[in-house]
């Protein structure tokens, strides 16, 4: 499964519940109207998103999907900017 990582940038941890063992801890960059998160992928899984193109989404919060986009840091950079501030680029850590 993708892992949610650290990036620079990021304003806000969002802890994951007591006890669970396969949910970490989110590191997010807010501005107030967009969260932002970050996602490394598997070799494995990188394979297979490059074999077919595909990213699936799930949103683990009950019977609906909230608005969300996914795409590479400098598109969704584009896209938050119009909603308020963006993070500050830097090396991944």
């Known amino acids: 499964m993708a892992e949610a990582v650290h990036f620079p940038g990021c304003n806000r941890m969002l802890g994951a519940p007591e006890g669970s063992?396969?949910?970490?801890?989110l590191y997010t960059f807010n501005n107030g109207c967009c969260s932002v998160s970050c996602w490394q992928l598997s070799e494995d899984e990188l394979a297979e998103v490059m074999r077919?193109?595909?990213?699936?989404?799930?949103?683990?919060?009950?019977?609906?999907?909230?608005?969300?986009?996914?795409?590479?840091?400098?598109?969704?950079?584009?896209v938050v900017v119009d909603f308020g501030g963006v993070w500050n680029k830097g090396a991944a850590t």
């Open 52 to 78: 077919t193109g595909r990213v699936f989404l799930s949103i683990l919060s009950g019977p609906t999907q909230h608005p969300c986009f996914v795409g590479s840091e400098e598109t969704v950079r584009s």
């Open 21 to 25: 063992e396969n949910i970490s801890d």
